[in-house]
């Protein structure tokens, strides 16, 4: 398999978490127009879904580190924190 077809695939895609579904639809396309067999199309899918997986565990350990990302706890509690100021403000108004 072209490593030229994997980059374009990721290019294409935009972003490394995809749905199995999506990475078979585009890789169907792949195969309808000659660029890759039938029988090739399988374990392409599971090996880009396996690369796609790697790198998005790399991009995640790269943002955990930068200390002004919230995650997704850090939201959590905001809301909770807005939710209460909000019933505070709300009661205090009637």
């Not at 374990?43 to 879904?49: C, G, I, P, R, Y």
Request: glycine residues 6%.
């Amino acid at each position: 398999m072209p490593d030229v077809i994997e980059k374009s695939l990721l290019a294409a895609l935009g972003a490394f978490e995809v749905s199995r579904s999506k990475v078979k639809e585009m890789v169907d396309f792949l195969v309808e127009k000659g660029k890759l067999s039938r029988g090739e199309a399988p374990k392409f899918v599971d090996e880009f879904l396996k690369r796609c997986e790697k790198e998005s565990e790399g991009i995640k350990k790269c943002v955990e580190g930068i200390p002004w990302i919230a995650t997704r706890k850090d939201l959590d509690e905001i809301l909770k924190r807005l939710d209460a100021i909000e019933a505070r403000l709300s009661s205090q108004g009637k």
